[in-house]
């Protein structure tokens, strides 16, 4: 047990079952929070209304911000190693810009709001989030003439999110009567969630973290350089092709079933970084633990901190999230050192 790479194993695997623990914990804690608070879970045996209360809005909305923040988690660790940048995040190939246009158009056009409740409503809403996500990314892979080269993708990207975040702002000053509807998406909410987005979550997510489980050699031999990468005989254009549709599946997902959530996707690897030195592999496994558990302890938190009302949980994540990224900053500006 002395041997480096053993020992970074028994600790992957003992973060692993840390997290997974304290993922349950959440869960059950998740399902007690809320505007009636702990009565619900006392009463759910032989009140109807609890259980219903219970089963059909507290559960399947903590059930979907743990998988949602599994999603961020496992596209922020592709992310980073796709573009050798600890600073990439998953909306950075203009996914969020795209997505928010999507909403944005389709309720200028339809009238459909996030606080609807009808299935059809919610499901045209989801289903524009996700096309706008996909043809955001898709539009990147145009401008940057394909998957060749890094910085082109991260320029096109930057710029896709720019261009598309400028077309969504002008739909909202066009119809502004749905700029507070819109707010909900843009500020990130988990209150919309049911069981049929957690089952979908849940499809995508498997997929997600088998096949970025089955590449991550493709991200451990970026991070030696391209060049070493290449000579190690790995077909990079295919594998990135295939690691930004990965990126592209897991992020759409996210945001179409809840929105823009910020920092979630960025701090989740850094924070399996700060505590283990491990290959991509299981980087992806515990960046995506992570991000579920950040994302479903800033819920749970974002429903009690001034219940009955509640905070938009994309807020607290943009607080916290910066507020270690800031503190991260100052530590290795502290040492000489960047990111």
């Not at 623990?21 to 006392?42: D, I, N």
């Not at 088998?210 to 000579?231: F, K, N, R």
């Not at 509640?310 to 943009?318: D, F, I, S, Y």
Request: proline share 3%; charged share 5%.
């Amino acid at each position: 047990m002395n041997h480096p790479a053993a020992r970074y194993q028994h600790r992957a695997f003992w973060l692993m079952g840390l997290l997974l623990l304290v993922s349950l914990a959440l869960l059950l804690l998740g399902v007690s929070v809320g505007s009636t608070g702990f009565e619900s879970v006392l009463n759910m045996q032989r009140d109807p209304q609890a259980m219903q209360i219970i089963w059909e809005i507290r559960l399947p909305r903590t059930a979907g911000a743990w998988l949602a923040g599994a999603l961020l988690g496992l596209a922020g660790a592709v992310a980073q190693g796709l573009f050798r940048n600890p600073l990439a995040d998953p909306y950075l190939l203009g996914s969020a810009s795209g997505a928010a246009l999507g909403v944005a158009l389709a309720m200028a056009l339809f009238g459909v709001s996030p606080l609807a409740t009808h299935w059809v409503a919610r499901i045209g809403l989801t289903g524009a989030a996700f096309v706008g996500a996909v043809a955001a990314v898709l539009l990147t892979l145009l401008l940057a003439k394909g998957v060749q080269h890094t910085l082109r993708l991260l320029l096109a990207g930057v710029i896709v999110g720019v261009v598309l975040g400028a077309f969504g702002s002008l739909i909202l000053l066009l119809t502004p009567d749905i700029m507070q509807a819109m707010q909900a998406f843009m500020l990130g909410s988990t209150a919309f969630v049911g069981w049929t987005a957690c089952a979908i979550m849940l499809g995508v997510f498997v997929f997600c973290l088998l096949a970025a489980w089955m590449m991550s050699h493709v991200l451990d031999g970026l991070a030696l350089g391209e060049a070493t990468a290449q000579s190690l005989g790995l077909q990079l254009p295919q594998m990135r092709a295939a690691l930004v549709a990965v990126l592209a599946l897991a992020t759409g997902t996210a945001v179409a079933q809840t929105g823009l959530i910020a920092f979630v996707g960025l701090a989740a690897p850094h924070l399996v970084r700060s505590v283990i030195k491990t290959t991509h592999g299981r980087l992806i496994v515990l960046a995506s633990l992570t991000g579920a558990v950040l994302l479903t302890a800033a819920d749970i938190l974002a429903r009690g901190v001034i219940a009955p009302q509640e905070l938009p949980v994309g807020v607290l994540t943009a607080v916290l999230g910066g507020g270690y990224l800031l503190w991260l900053m100052h530590r290795h500006t502290g040492r000489g050192a960047g990111l």
